[in-house]
């Protein structure tokens, strides 16, 4: 301390920059430079400190008097912070014999961009977590509940998702302090709540302190959140369209709403509207295809006027629900009348695949009034193709038309470019249809043979697609399943029910491939009834024959 009492030092302690007191061990002020004189007016020489400066200085004066800070030490991590008059400081201790040096220093600025560095750690830590759990459903009315409960959580005391009116009544979820979200549908006006007709419509959001509190009608200002102190609203920006509204409120006696913010409520609502529109987007797609997707799907399977008739499908993508193998099931209105099944194959695979079996089987239940002329339907059906001017898009295709007549049931094949059907006899042996004919979509002229096959009672006629021939796998990985692998395999069948031979030849298949890529596979078994008819129950259900 003498050191800094000296003379020739005088005039660079007045003039450091830095505010220094020296104080000894009973708390009075033996010294004080220009700059602590400054900072703190009444820190003159033999004052004391606990009179001239905060008391938090005070305290710290006596906590650096301890056996921690000895004789000519720096003030390593002692350190003290706070408050004198509108700034910062912070105070740090040199000990010399029984006095210590504080050196004071304005900390103002460091700390109020430490305080705004760690508010912004914090938001992006909140946008980060916000976006994951948007993100994580496809679903707009999860979306918006989440959407309202972390609104709720980390930016106000209330929030409210509005959504545009569906049928002149808007979705809405709330959600208060207890973070439980309502969901509800209002017929409300939106012109009753400052900016919100402005934010559906997608517009600049109005500044907070331009909307008036008290102005919110009683949709908005739930019981139990009391007196409404302030309200944001912004607009939920979608994808070119926007997606709804978020309200926020707080409760009187807080303060409002800052510049800061309602900014960061604006980067909050950017990301809930892009994920609400994406999940609307989704919603709306998913419904469009669901409506498409009923049209292309195979029929349900059912028995044509007592005859048994058992299906498989499967498509080769494993989420796919539709391939480019198809079958369609056209029961006579006429009991005594032909019924006709198709299975067929269309060129390729996918979505383009399935689109085109859509077009051939609406154009092949146009021709059922021509169904007695097989190679009429099939030159019809041609010409529709090659208008297309496509000629890699071809089908092949079995038309059956059978008739039950009794317990047996005569069956006339014709074959378009696909596999003749095999008919396993209740004995046990394999039949193959003697029925050929030319691929359909791909030449100018079309022929074909039609084939009649009648079935005893308890004999089933098989129709399949390559999908089942031509799977590839086995011990091997790369063998072909093959028809005569499958007439082995149908031989083992006799007098089994339709829909036991339709599933056995699936599986058979699907185990060949042993997980792997295959085509599309469809299989149809047609079995002649193997008992009387008991017209006392209809007659028409699976089974409802004598033995």
């Given amino acids: 301390m003498s050191g800094l009492g000296q003379d020739g030092a005088g005039a660079l302690w007045r003039?450091?920059?830095?505010?220094?007191?020296?104080?000894?061990?009973?708390?009075?002020?033996?010294?004080?430079?220009?700059?602590?004189?400054?900072?703190?007016?009444?820190?003159?020489?033999?004052?004391?400190?606990?009179?001239?400066?905060?008391?938090?200085?005070?305290?710290?004066?006596?906590?650096?008097?301890?056996?921690?800070?000895?004789?000519?030490?720096?003030?390593?991590?002692?350190?003290?912070?706070?408050?004198?008059?509108?700034?910062?400081?912070?105070?740090?201790?040199?000990?010399?014999?029984?006095?210590?040096?504080?050196w004071l220093d304005d900390v103002t600025d460091l700390e109020r961009a430490t305080r705004a560095l760690r508010l912004e750690r914090e938001r992006t830590a909140f946008l980060d977590t916000a976006s994951g759990e948007l993100l994580s459903s496809l679903n707009l009315d999860r979306c918006m509940e989440v959407t309202a409960r972390l609104a709720a959580r980390h930016l106000a005391d209330a929030a409210l998702v509005i959504l545009p009116p569906y049928r002149r009544r808007h979705p809405i979820a709330y959600c208060g302090q207890d973070g439980v979200v309502i969901r509800e549908e209002l017929a409300v006006d939106p012109e009753g709540v400052p900016g919100l007709a402005e934010a559906l419509q997608g517009y600049p959001p109005l500044p907070s302190r331009w909307i008036d509190p008290a102005t919110a009608p009683d949709w908005l200002a739930r019981d139990g959140l009391g007196e409404i102190g302030s309200m944001v609203v912004s607009a939920l920006p979608g994808h070119g369209v926007p997606a709804g509204a978020l309200v926020l409120l707080r409760r009187g006696g807080q303060a409002g709403f800052s510049e800061g913010e309602e900014v960061f409520a604006r980067l909050f609502a950017a990301r809930a509207g892009a994920a609400m529109s994406a999940a609307r987007l989704y919603a709306e797609q998913a419904a469009i295809t669901e409506t498409l997707m009923r049209e292309l799907l195979p029929p349900r399977v059912r028995n044509l006027h007592g005859v048994e008739v058992a299906a498989r499908y499967r498509p080769s993508e494993q989420t796919a629900r539709v391939g480019g193998d198809f079958y369609d099931l056209h029961a006579h209105a006429d009991p005594g009348g032909e019924s006709l099944v198709v299975l067929g194959d269309v060129a390729g695979k996918g979505l383009e695949a399935a689109v085109l079996t859509g077009k051939i089987r609406h154009t092949l239940h146009a021709l059922l009034p021509q169904a007695d002329d097989h190679q009429r339907v099939l030159e019809l059906l041609n010409g529709v193709l090659l208008t297309g001017g496509d000629r890699t898009r071809f089908v092949t295709l079995v038309l059956a038309s059978l008739l039950r007549v009794g317990n047996r049931v005569r069956l006339r094949l014709t074959s378009a470019g696909h596999a003749p059907p095999l008919v396993v006899r209740a004995d046990g042996r394999v039949e193959e249809a003697r029925t050929r004919g030319t691929i359909i979509g791909?030449?100018?002229?079309?022929?074909?043979?039609?084939?009649?096959v009648l079935l005893e009672p308890g004999e089933t006629c098989l129709f399949y697609t390559d999908g089942i021939s031509e799977a590839r796998g086995g011990p091997l990985g790369d063998e072909m399943y093959g028809d005569e692998r499958l007439k082995e395999e149908l031989r083992q069948c006799g007098g089994m029910p339709p829909e036991a031979i339709a599933e056995r030849v699936e599986m058979l298949a699907s185990q060949w491939v042993r997980g792997g890529d295959h085509?599309?596979?469809?299989?149809?078994?047609?079995?002649?009834?193997?008992?009387?008819?008991?017209?006392?129950?209809?007659?028409?259900?699976?089974?409802?024959?004598?033995?």
Avoid at 53 to 73: D, E, I, K, N, Q
Avoid at 442 to 452: F, G, I, N
Avoid at 522 to 542: C, D, E, F, K
């Fill in 519 to 547: 085509d599309d596979m469809a299989v149809i078994a047609i079995t002649a009834p193997r008992g009387a008819h008991l017209s006392a129950v209809g007659g028409n259900g699976r089974g409802r024959f004598t033995a």
């Fill in 442 to 452: 791909m030449l100018e002229r079309v022929t074909s043979v039609t084939d009649t």
């Fill in 15 to 102: 003039g450091s920059p830095h505010p220094v007191l020296v104080v000894d061990a009973a708390g009075l002020i033996i010294r004080a430079n220009d700059a602590a004189l400054r900072l703190l007016p009444a820190a003159h020489p033999g004052a004391s400190l606990a009179d001239a400066a905060p008391a938090w200085l005070s305290c710290a004066h006596t906590r650096a008097l301890g056996p921690v800070l000895v004789s000519g030490s720096a003030a390593g991590d002692l350190r003290e912070r706070g408050p004198v008059g509108p700034a910062t400081v912070e105070a740090r201790p040199v000990r010399e014999g029984d006095a210590i040096a504080w």
